[in-house]
């Protein structure tokens, strides 16, 4: 190892070993890491940047809607990670879902409400990044109020604490009421608060399950909660801009979706089903345009085809096609990252050998071994994998991350392996990348700006 290997594994950051275990079986695995982002960030400047634009426009109450669109492998689904990562720094809270057959955006068997559920399960903020923070947020919400009535210079103990409490909460339920179904969300919010100072744990489950689309008729909800609404399959949407709302009254930014596997409304077989689905993402694009929408930013990702293909992809669908296809000059090279959606190019060489580097030195802190590749290693290694058979076509990010990892491993036990003979082999160097095999969306790979 020279001189300049050893001062950069000393001035890089040691990752903590759970954390670490959480990087190196993702990846391998084919999995989106959900922590330690920021130990492996390399790339995509240009995509972050542009995204956190959005995040500031929904902060000062605007909207935005965009897609990311990459072939399998190419980083779509970390790029989404990375930006869940920054806006629960930011103060926002992010939901995210991975559409599949059985959640969509629209459909006649609660497929809809599904995704819905799957949101409001995974709502995520700083101090709870792993998800189910409703609870939380609606905790925090009434603490956050009580704190201000305390700064005002009413105590817990004064007479007029309770109603000065309760005119807040109000002043923030009552802003809800004009928007649709806002009536009955503001109600709902006023029966946790009443549960929360009588201290009925009950009535406050109940609510919470009220929120997170349990509910399965509304006899059910008139019974529990003396409510005669539900969330459904058809209005779950008119709630999440609800909730966009709320959370900008309850001390937070706004609201991040992020929505994976937009291939899985490519795969619906029925033209009809798929039609419905892309006319919610239609209504769901207009209203962020239009001004329909506060505090509210939405991503979408998926595969070039699922969005362009003409005959099954958003693009059969006339109104989206017309609002989403790429104009001339973006077609001639010019990269417009302030379009609707955003391309992803293939990582560079060096880009791809700085975040080797930042595997291999996580690899050898998780395994308590000293650093055996050298930066000339790690090179070679990239130009094996790069001048494979079909490397062009066929190798992405995430092929040549999980052989990289998979070579660590091997070596990590075998102690004579090299990078040469493990690699050098006429099997290896003709052995087609599998991309996109497993039908997954972009399953392992990060590229971020460095930090």
């Not at 068997?109 to 995520?124: C, D, H, M, V």
């Not at 345009?289 to 669908?317: N, W």
């Not at 052995?431 to 700006?449: I, K, R």
Request: with cysteine.
């Amino acid at each position: 190892m020279t001189m300049q290997d050893e001062t950069a594994q000393v001035r890089r950051p040691r990752v903590p070993k759970r954390i670490a275990t959480v990087i190196i079986n993702s990846l391998k695995g084919g999995v989106v890491p959900r922590i330690g982002l920021p130990y492996i960030t390399v790339g995509r400047e240009a995509e972050i940047a542009a995204l956190l634009r959005d995040l500031d426009i929904v902060s000062d109450g605007g909207a935005s809607f965009r897609f990311v669109v990459g072939r399998y492998g190419s980083g779509k689904s970390f790029l989404l990670q990375t930006i869940r990562t920054h806006a629960m720094g930011k103060g926002f809270v992010v939901a995210d879902a991975d559409l599949s057959p059985e959640r969509r955006l629209s459909g006649s068997k609660g497929q809809g409400l599904a995704t819905y559920r799957e949101l409001i399960g995974n709502l995520s903020t700083k101090t709870r990044p792993e998800g189910g923070a409703l609870t939380l947020i609606l905790d925090r919400w009434i603490s956050g109020v009580q704190s201000q009535v305390v700064a005002s210079g009413v105590a817990p103990d004064d007479s007029a604490f309770a109603d000065e409490v309760e005119r807040r909460i109000f002043a923030v339920i009552s802003d809800l009421q004009e928007l649709v179904h806002g009536f009955d969300f503001a109600r709902i919010l006023s029966a946790y608060f009443r549960a929360h100072l009588a201290g009925d744990d009950d009535v406050k489950a109940s609510v919470v399950k009220w929120f997170r689309g349990e509910y399965r008729t509304k006899a059910e909800a008139r019974f529990e909660l003396g409510v005669n609404v539900i969330i459904s399959d058809d209005d779950w949407y008119d709630y999440i801009k609800l909730f966009a709302r709320f959370l900008r009254g309850a001390g937070y930014e706004g609201l991040v979706v992020l929505v994976d596997e937009l291939v899985n409304l490519y795969k619906i077989p029925n033209a009809i089903s798929r039609q419905y689905n892309y006319e919610k993402i239609l209504t769901m694009y207009n209203d962020t345009l239009q001004g329909k929408a506060s505090y509210l930013g939405i991503i979408m990702s998926g595969t070039p085809q699922c969005v362009e293909d003409r005959r099954r992809g958003l693009y059969s669908y006339e109104a989206l096609r017309s609002r989403l296809t790429q104009g001339r000059l973006g077609r001639e090279g010019h990269v417009d990252l302030l379009a609707p959606v955003i391309r992803l190019t293939p990582l560079t060489p060096e880009e791809l050998l700085v975040l080797v580097e930042k595997l291999a030195d996580i690899h050898a802190g998780l395994f308590g071994y000293g650093r055996r590749l050298t930066e000339d290693d790690l090179a070679r290694f990239l130009e094996i994998e790069l001048s494979r058979v079909g490397a062009d076509t066929h190798v992405t990010p995430r092929e040549v991350i999980r052989d990289f990892i998979e070579m660590l491993d091997i070596m990590v036990q075998d102690p004579h392996a090299t990078v040469e003979g493990l690699l050098g082999s006429d099997d290896f160097r003709h052995a087609a990348a599998d991309a996109g095999a497993d039908g997954g969306d972009d399953a392992a790979f990060a590229e971020f700006t460095i930090e």
